[in-house]
C-alpha cells in the first residue's frame, strides 16, 4: 500500500532520501515488511544506502542507529540500466 500510494512498482529504480543524504535503488515490494517500514541491506557498499543514515548512535551500545533512519521513497527521475 505505501509503495502503490507513491506511485512506485516491483522493480522501479527509486530514490530514497533522509535528512543526511540521499540514494538511489531498485524497489522490491513485499507483503513481508509491515506498512510505514523500508528495509535494505547496509552491509554492501553499492548500495549506497550508509549515505542516508545519520552519526547518531544507540546511547548504550553506541552502535549506529542503522535501523531507525527516517526516510522518504519516490520514483526516481533517473533510471540505471
Known amino acids: 500500500a505505501d509503495a502503490e500510494a507513491r506511485g512506485v512498482k516491483d522493480g522501479d529504480w527509486i530514490e530514497i532520501a533522509s535528512r543526511a543524504g540521499q540514494t538511489r535503488m531498485r524497489a522490491r515490494i513485499s507483503d513481508d515488511i509491515p506498512a510505514g517500514v523500508v528495509y535494505t541491506t547496509f552491509h554492501h557498499p553499492v548500495s549506497g544506502t550508509n549515505v542516508i543514515t545519520t552519526d547518531n548512535s544507540d546511547w548504550a551500545t553506541?552502535?549506529?542507529?542503522?535501523?531507525?533512519?527516517?526516510?522518504e521513497i519516490r520514483?526516481?527521475?533517473?533510471?540505471?540500466?
Request: hydrophobic share 25%; glycine share 0%; proline share 12%.
Open 62 to 71: 553506541n552502535c549506529p542507529e542503522y535501523k531507525v533512519t527516517a526516510v
Open 75 to 81: 520514483p526516481s527521475s533517473e533510471q540505471r540500466a
